[in-house]
């Protein structure tokens, strides 16, 4: 009993001599954008930390850029989409990072909180030659941490036999239109859901925002969260009707989603472009059209993908930015389209034929003109899982819209935004 | 030993428990060296980690935080999803643990004494979920569970009985779980009452056969005081498993639906995910707290007179 | 079954002098423990043929909603594609190096500190096993972030030393052997003391042969968590060429937005094989344990 006694004093004492000394200064001035690299090749090592199988596809560009920088030693490490938001995370934290890593564009605000992220050099590149919603999410505080490598955005994909069966013939154009065509799907082109919408859950606010960003609205206005606004709260209504109308589906099995599509029993559903490749394996690449946002105040779809960041901890903070360049051009950016069939975010790749001519990618390209990105601050995943678990409730039960967005009102601020 | 009367006696005596309390030094600590570096190390630090507000915006620079005191713990009774996670996880823990101790020990039993040939492949086909991938197995589970075509319900409906959709109704989501967590873990605890089984002498059975015992009191006065240690250890490890529960709501229903399968486990992982350190490492030693709790009140119960 | 020499009280002439369980409602309790065993080996092996016929699927048919059993058109494709793109021979040597070393490295440590914490007295033993059964209800993810910065302090990212030695000293591993230990008699200990046996000899010679069932359990169940571990050996690696297997599947079946079933199922076949071929082996020592005739 005494030496457990003995144990905790000890203890206790050391652990309240060394919380004396801590305590978090005042938020420091805010960064600027980062300082010019210097001109000519590059060269030393350039350690490289790319998601996914693509990343090893990027040896081969390294390769290219190798032969043009003699002197500069790509090495690309290709890690696990699983379980990167924690490797970076760990990284950073014990001070281990690679020269560049390519980060998921809702992670940006996060990692740049940390400090942990170089500001991009100020002449690097002209931030017009990107797609506006794609260079936005590089930018925290007004200050940018990266550049944008390449793209997604949510279109819809409706079936084609439902859609001719119900009479439809073109894309809706605004709200009332595509309510009225997801009806007409159900009654007269004999789909069993008109529509598959997320019904909440994680990710359903990709679905939800562009709502609120074609009505005109958003979450965040740089000083507060505006979820009770009128704009957020018609959104919510205009979503949960789909449900309530029972013209979505708020249980569909995982899994079902493709099948019931291509046997007609779904009329539409949303996604990104690799949902093409699912189809295209599933002998289905003909069976959909791709329609635009419908148009309210505006027509803007979410903008997703990956930013280039090159960490503060960094040993060639030159020739890291160099190959960060190479990467940005627009031929470039075609050549990695090739190789891991990733949408460009240099708006001028895509007038490359082997974009601009295929009519589905063209969809996509002419989507990413109108397209944003949730807010960058640090506390979006959680904020998000907020609104996901708010959705949910909308979808699920018979939940008031303005009761829910003032609930995530609620939450968001006391989540706050970061800093 | 007899305690001698000779002061040579004596200093035999002595020698011997300290040669004894030398060897026990000896033998305990390469694995105290290692763990004292690499387990009591990282869990003070995280423990301190939850007396402060420390947040990813902080990893670079973790002694610029403010300390707070039990301000993340007093948070954790204001956050209703930590509340339901705790319901949850309650709920699991009571209905799993007894029914996967149960199922194993039936299954180490009947392994053990009622084949005579394939136990081999028996025992490896009883472990296989355990060592299956949990992708794997929450696609083939999903597929049991499906509302339409789903195995469970299709039987279901042979009985005129129409089976709801199962992981969406937000009163079943969690039952379902518990059963495929007490699938996926009675190998597990067959493989540890099966060593227990195998430790107890046979002479004992031979004495109570002779002695005129059933199969049945063979069990009550041989095998159930005999397996008191395994089953001490079962319980504790299955306790303190179920209670961090997380693989099953995290692959099959996200913690839904409507938050009726979130776990403490979830939760924390979540917190951690969003960069809240200082709480979700303030929310791990309130579920450490609970473990301890469930633990004690097991060592009570099974503890034999030679514990402790 | 022995059969009885000396004779028996009047009492108990019904039973027959044979070997019990040959009496008909012996065997038809037999047959239906079988059957009830049987029935559960099905239930539980299912999902695990699933896998593995599955992994000679088409993506398609993989996501096919209902799930098919047998292979409409069996192809090899996902296993050509996994180890045309997988190095494998490095991920598969990082993973068997780290959980060898792992698994031997806790059985050795942990029966000894086990075995200590069972049957010899020491000052401050009381502590350490309320420590180490402490440490083993610490929810795990807790000291992820501390332990890695620990790690990378001492240099040890990147290297085996860095995926080995945080699990070598498993609290579970110790409190597993002790409880273990505890039904180990007193008294073989004891005249083994008196023959001048040396506390090491014990514990070689006659302590650890009679644990041959539970190290089998440890070293299964060590090797299984080793093997299977994923995050650790993905954040401590900085280089491909130090990935274990689990990392290098999901780098290449779990996509931003979407997974690819058919070659994560090919890949969770190759990854559980060498497990159950370590099951297979050690499963035959979970047999009457010569515990029984050291008492004579």
């Not at chain 3, 090899?76 to 060898?100: G, I």
């Amino acid at each position: 009993m005494k030496t457990w006694m003995r144990f905790a004093a000890v203890g206790g004492l050391s652990m309240s001599l060394l919380l004396a000394g801590c305590g978090r200064e005042e938020a420091g001035t805010a960064e600027g954008p980062g300082e010019s690299i210097a001109d000519g090749p590059a060269e030393g090592d350039i350690t490289v930390w790319a998601m996914g199988a693509e990343g090893e596809n990027l040896s081969v560009m390294a390769d290219a850029f190798m032969r043009d920088n003699p002197d500069a030693n790509v090495k690309v490490t290709p890690i696990p989409w699983d379980g990167a938001h924690d490797k970076i995370a760990n990284a950073i934290a014990a001070g281990e990072t690679p020269d560049v890593a390519l980060i998921g564009t809702t992670w940006m605000g996060e990692f740049a909180r940390t400090g942990g992220l170089d500001p991009t050099p100020a002449d690097l590149i002209d931030e017009t030659s990107f797609f506006d919603g794609a260079w936005d999410t590089t930018v925290v505080d007004g200050v940018s941490y990266g550049v944008p490598w390449y793209v997604e955005t949510r279109l819809l994909y409706v079936n084609k036999d439902v859609a001719r069966a119900a009479g439809v013939d073109k894309p809706a154009e605004n709200w009332e239109e595509l309510a009225d065509s997801v009806r007409a799907f159900q009654e007269e082109g004999g789909a069993e859901w008109g529509i598959s919408l997320q019904p909440g859950g994680t990710g359903a606010w990709q679905t939800v925002m562009p709502l609120v960003w074609q009505n005109g609205g958003d979450a965040y206005d740089g000083d507060q969260f505006t979820f009770d606004s009128p704009q957020v709260v018609e959104a919510f209504d205009y979503y949960r009707a789909f449900f309530s109308e029972g013209m979505s589906p708020t249980d569909l099995p995982e899994g079902s989603l493709e099948p019931d599509f291509i046997a007609d029993k779904i009329g539409a559903f949303v996604s990104g472009p690799w949902h093409m490749g699912v189809l295209a394996d599933q002998d289905a690449a003909d069976k959909y059209e791709l329609w635009h946002m419908p148009n309210r105040q505006a027509a803007t779809s979410f903008i997703g993908g990956g930013d280039l960041a090159v960490f503060k901890d960094s040993k060639n903070r030159d020739g890291a930015w160099k190959f960060v360049q190479y990467l940005s051009q627009p031929e470039v950016q075609v050549e990695w389209y090739a190789a891991a069939a990733a949408l460009p975010a240099v708006e001028a790749a895509w007038e490359d034929p082997v974009l601009a001519q295929d009519p589905y990618l063209a969809a996509f390209g002419e989507q990413l003109t109108d397209a944003k990105s949730p807010p960058t601050i640090a506390t979006w995943e959680q904020v998000a899982a907020e609104l996901d678990s708010g959705l949910e409730e909308l979808a699920k039960t018979d939940a008031d819209s303005t009761e829910i967005a003032g609930v995530i009102q609620e939450q968001a601020t006391s989540i706050g935004a970061g800093d | 030993m007899t305690t001698p009367s000779t002061v040579t006696g004596q200093t035999r005596q002595t020698s011997q428990r300290a040669r004894r309390a030398r060897a026990g030094w000896g033998f305990t600590s390469p694995f105290t060296a290692l763990f004292l570096v690499f387990m009591a190390g990282p869990v003070l630090a995280s423990l301190l980690m939850s007396f402060t507000d420390i947040g990813s915006a902080d990893i670079r620079n973790p002694l610029g935080v403010n300390f707070v005191g039990f301000e993340q713990y007093g948070k954790l009774l204001e956050d209703a999803r930590f509340l339901k996670a705790a319901g949850n996880t309650a709920l699991f823990v009571v209905l799993g643990v007894p029914l996967t101790m149960l199922a194993g020990l039936l299954a180490a039993l009947g392994l053990n004494s009622g084949l005579t040939k394939f136990r081999g492949l028996f025992r490896v086909g009883y472990y296989l979920p355990v060592v299956t991938s949990i992708v794997a197995i929450s696609v083939v589970w999903r597929f049991l569970l499906q509302p339409e075509t789903g195995l469970v319900n299709s039987v279901l409906g042979l009985l005129g009985i129409d089976g709801p959709h199962w992981l969406a109704d937000t009163s079943l989501a969690l039952p379902s779980l518990i059963a495929m967590a007490t699938w996926r873990n009675l190998g597990f605890l067959m493989v540890i009452f099966l060593a227990g089984l195998q430790a107890i002498p046979q002479n004992l059975y031979e004495a109570a056969r002779i002695d005129g015992a059933g199969w049945w009191q063979q069990f009550r006065y041989v095998t159930l005081p005999m397996l008191r240690p395994t089953m001490l250890f079962v319980a504790v490890i299955s306790t303190i498993g179920y209670l961090q529960f997380f693989e099953e709501p995290f692959v099959m229903t996200q913690g839904g639906p409507l938050n009726s399968t979130v776990s403490i486990s979830y939760h924390i992982y979540d917190q951690f995910g969003f960069g809240n350190y200082g709480y979700a490492s303030a929310m791990s030693y309130v579920l450490f707290l609970g473990i301890v709790a469930l633990s004690l009140l097991w060592f009570r119960l099974l503890s034999s007179r030679d514990d402790r | 079954m022995t059969t009885e020499i000396a004779p028996k009280p009047a009492s108990r002439q019904r039973t027959r002098r044979r070997s019990r369980g040959t009496r008909p409602r012996d065997r038809v309790a037999r047959l239906m423990l079988h059957l009830v065993l049987l029935i559960g080996l099905v239930v539980m092996v299912g999902p695990f043929l699933w896998m593995l016929l599955s992994a000679f699927k088409s993506e398609a048919e993989v996501r096919q909603v209902p799930p098919t059993w047998w292979p409409v058109d069996a192809t090899v494709e996902n296993f050509v594609r996994l180890f045309d793109r997988l190095d494998f021979p490095t991920y598969f040597t990082n993973s068997v190096v780290v959980a060898a070393a792992v698994t031997v490295g806790n059985l050795i440590l942990c029966s000894a500190a086990g075995y200590a914490l069972a049957k010899l007295r020491f000052p401050g033993q009381r502590l350490l096993l309320g420590v180490v059964l402490g440490t083993v209800m610490v929810p795990g993810m807790v000291t992820f972030v501390p332990l890695f910065v620990l790690v990378s302090k001492l240099g040890m990212t990147n290297s085996y030393a860095g995926l080995v030695l945080p699990f070598l000293a498993g609290a579970f591993g110790v409190f597993f052997m002790r409880q273990f230990m505890l039904s180990i008699p007193d008294e073989l200990i004891e005249s083994a003391r008196l023959d001048g046996a040396s506390e090491l000899r014990i514990f070689l010679q006659i302590v650890m042969p009679l644990c041959r069932p539970a190290l089998a359990t440890l070293g299964i169940l060590t090797f299984l968590g080793s093997w299977n571990n994923f995050l650790w050996p993905l954040v401590v690696a900085t280089t491909e060429d130090k990935y274990t297997l689990p990392v290098a599947l999901a780098l290449y079946s779990v996509g931003q937005n979407n997974t690819e079933y058919g070659l994560l199922l090919a890949g969770s076949v190759v990854v559980v094989m060498p497990v159950l071929i370590v099951f297979v082996i050690l499963q035959r020592h979970f047999v009457r344990g010569v515990a029984t005739t050291g008492l004579k």
